[in-house]
């Protein structure tokens, strides 16, 4: 059985990294796997594109075509493009409706698996210690900070230990950010200054010529 120091730092950077990505590009790729895997989904919303790439061929041909010199052919056109815009619009209206559910249903999910569990872990395991500190080595009132709420006195507590875990891992994913762009914004002017320099030369060759 894993500890429950790794537990909670496991929880608390599966939450950061929720988090940063964003719930919608979550759900997105939920989505996706799901089609895959669901062929009735994919299938319908195939069949949705299709339908709207025949409104936009029907809707095309109509405003190529004269009403009035051409009203027969106009005329079923017409038909044909309300019956794909009434086809179009109902299956995307059902189509949205699920999706609805489905993200509905999917942060549900991952709530209960990244929240829900570390509220669940807190109660839980609120009066365990998940290790010792040796005595002394901080005041009495630093003690029973680090034991908050009902951890033993002189021990650290599933609460606190999350919330160290939650603040390293912000410190060190803002720090590798930053980083990250730095090391961009060094390399998009190493490249300016590379334009720059053949942009001189070749204003001094044309000046030699």
Request: net charge positive; aromatic share 10%; hydrophobic share 45%.
């Amino acid at each position: 059985m894993p500890s429950l120091l790794v537990v909670v730092f496991q929880l608390q950077l599966l939450i950061h990294l929720i988090n940063t990505v964003g719930v919608p590009a979550i759900n997105n790729l939920l989505w996706a796997l799901f089609r895959k895997f669901s062929p009735s989904t994919d299938a319908s919303i195939t069949s949705q594109t299709k339908l709207r790439a025949e409104v936009v061929r029907l809707s095309k041909e109509m405003n190529s075509t004269s009403s009035q010199d051409e009203f027969a052919k106009w005329a079923k056109l017409r038909r044909q493009h309300d019956k794909a815009v009434t086809q179009y619009d109902e299956q995307a209206s059902s189509l949205k409706e699920f999706k609805g559910k489905f993200d509905k249903g999917a942060s549900i999910v991952r709530w209960l698996g990244t929240n829900g569990m570390r509220m669940v872990l807190q109660f839980w395991c609120a009066k365990r210690p998940l290790f010792w500190i040796p005595r002394g080595w901080v005041p009495w009132y630093v003690e029973w900070l680090l034991a908050f709420p009902r951890a033993p006195r002189g021990s650290v507590s599933i609460q606190i230990w999350g919330i160290a875990c939650a603040t390293v891992i912000q410190l060190v994913g803002a720090a590798v950010v930053a980083t990250w762009v730095l090391g961009q914004t060094r390399r998009q002017e190493r490249t300016q200054k590379v334009k720059v320099s053949m942009r001189d030369g070749t204003r001094e060759r044309k000046k030699e010529l």
